[in-house]
């Protein structure tokens, strides 16, 4: 089945205790790409990716990282989480022809900064 | 700078209604348009989209077609169903390549039997 899977889903932790969000996809897409949603804003941009070894920032880039070593693999880094990162994420894919258009969305984790 | 507005939610309606939640845009360039909705405990899912002024997108009954004049997207259904339950996203890209969807806030629907 074609599918993103992100883990874990759910998560509470401290303020500055570092932890990684994994999102690994099994469609062979080019574009990869995180957002955050939270309630009245929508979904945001946090980072994206058009290949492996090419990342770029996104609307809300601030107190993350990402990497792209493979192509199915795009985990998202918060190095010093703090409580105003609270929030549910997806991680989403794409064909590099459709870019940004045709997404296919992982199942969210939601994370709990305390 | 690009953006995008949907009606305030949430929406509640008795099933067989009729929906229309509005969405309006703001966009440099040539956008496309879409709509995801995001069922309980899911990721989001594309429900139709539209390319270029007066295309009309269409899946599961819903409805919507891109007005360059009025500058809006508004997604329609003629009858709902209990199964319509979800929140929408009435979403843009800014143009060709873009690397990102540009998001409205969400609306939540829940459809009462």
């Known amino acids: 089945e074609a599918q993103v899977t992100q883990n874990p889903r759910y998560l509470i932790t401290v303020t500055g205790k570092k932890l990684t969000v994994t999102c690994s996809q099994n469609?062979?897409?080019?574009?990869m790409s995180w957002y955050r949603q939270d309630p009245g804003l929508g979904l945001r941009q946090i980072y994206y990716s058009m290949n492996v070894e090419v990342t770029d920032k996104g609307d809300v880039p601030e107190g993350y990282k990402v990497s792209r070593k493979e192509k199915r693999n795009f985990p998202l880094i918060l190095e010093s989480p703090s409580p105003n990162q609270t929030s549910l994420y997806f991680c989403?894919?794409?064909?590099?022809?459709?870019?940004?258009?045709?997404?296919?969305f992982g199942a969210g984790s939601r994370l709990t900064v305390l | 700078g690009n953006s995008v507005t949907q009606m305030e939610g949430p929406v509640t309606l008795s099933e067989e209604a009729f929906l229309t939640i509005n969405c309006t845009y703001t966009?440099?360039?040539?956008?496309?348009l879409f709509w995801y909705v995001q069922y309980p405990g899911e990721g989001l899912q594309l429900l139709l989209k539209a390319t270029k002024a007066d295309d009309k997108g269409s899946n599961k009954g819903f409805e919507a077609t891109y007005r360059k004049e009025t500058t809006s997207f508004h997604l329609e259904k003629g009858s709902v169903q209990v199964s319509d339950s979800a929140v929408y996203f009435c979403a843009l890209t800014p143009g060709q390549g873009a690397q990102k969807l540009v998001f409205g806030q969400g609306t939540r629907l829940t459809i009462n039997p």
């Open positions: 469609m062979n897409h080019e574009y």
């Open positions: 989403a894919s794409s064909l590099q022809d459709s870019g940004a258009n045709v997404l296919t």
């Open positions: 966009a440099t360039g040539y956008p496309s």
